[in-house]
């Protein structure tokens, strides 16, 4: 297939207010780059930042050595899912590519994109998966998916046991090492 015969689409994002979002995205190249509890504490730090200057809830999340899953619930009427995943990303992309410039050069060459404007890249290109979600139904199965990704990929024997998932807060009631949003959790 030639150039000109492949086509393009324009992902859409839908920002409805009061629809929770389930959000994935990837490492480039699904590069285990968040196999290092250096990375995922900036992403950890990045999502308590987002989350405050975005306005969003978490309900749920899991951070697997190459991808992540959250389950979020912006709060406002007007919000936009392509801001609230830069503010996530972006971050964590600058701080990891500043510490290995620093710390381990030769690591780079697994960040290399052959592009003059973006030599480097942590995250797939693109904003990620975005499904809004709309049902109680769908919220539980996203949640019991996003917190049975360590068991799939056999990390742990229990969802509550990998350490980097929501899991364990609804489980267990352990708060670290991310704090969830309980209270806005939709019971009906």
Same mark, same amino acid.
């Given at each position: 297939?030639?150039?000109?015969?492949?086509?393009?689409?324009?992902?859409?994002?839908?920002?409805?207010?009061?629809?929770?979002?389930?959000?994935?995205?990837?490492?480039?190249?699904?590069?285990?780059?968040?196999?290092?509890?250096?990375?995922?504490?900036?992403?950890?730090?990045?999502?308590?930042?987002?989350?405050?200057?975005?306005?969003?809830?978490?309900?749920?999340?899991?951070i697997?050595?190459?991808?992540?899953?959250?389950?979020? /619930?912006?709060?406002?009427?007007?919000?936009?899912?392509?801001?609230?995943?830069?503010?996530?990303?972006?971050?964590?992309?600058?701080?990891?590519?500043?510490?290995l410039?620093?710390?381990?050069p030769?690591i780079?060459?697994?960040?290399?994109?052959?592009?003059d404007?973006?030599?480097?890249?942590?995250?797939?290109?693109g904003?990620?998966?975005?499904?809004?979600?709309?049902?109680?139904?769908?919220?539980?199965?996203?949640?019991?998916?996003?917190h049975?990704?360590?068991?799939?990929?056999g990390?742990?024997?229990?969802?509550?046991? /990998?350490?980097?998932?929501s899991?364990?807060?609804?489980?267990?009631?352990?708060?670290?090492?991310?704090?969830?949003?309980?209270?806005?959790?939709?019971?009906?």
């Amino acid at each position: 297939m030639d150039k000109e015969s492949v086509k393009l689409t324009k992902y859409h994002r839908f920002n409805t207010p009061g629809d929770p979002h389930f959000l994935s995205f990837r490492c480039y190249k699904n590069r285990k780059f968040l196999n290092y509890n250096r990375t995922r504490n900036y992403l950890i730090q990045a999502l308590n930042k987002a989350r405050e200057k975005q306005k969003f809830d978490i309900w749920a999340y899991v951070i697997m050595p190459e991808h992540v899953h959250l389950l979020i /619930w912006p709060r406002f009427e007007v919000y936009s899912i392509s801001e609230i995943l830069k503010s996530i990303k972006q971050s964590v992309a600058k701080k990891s590519i500043n510490w290995l410039r620093k710390n381990r050069p030769g690591i780079l060459v697994y960040l290399e994109t052959g592009l003059d404007y973006d030599p480097y890249r942590f995250w797939q290109a693109g904003g990620g998966w975005d499904e809004n979600v709309n049902s109680q139904k769908a919220i539980g199965e996203i949640m019991s998916y996003i917190h049975l990704n360590p068991v799939k990929a056999g990390f742990v024997g229990r969802p509550q046991d /990998w350490y980097w998932s929501s899991a364990r807060a609804w489980m267990e009631d352990a708060l670290d090492p991310l704090e969830i949003d309980k209270e806005s959790y939709p019971i009906f």
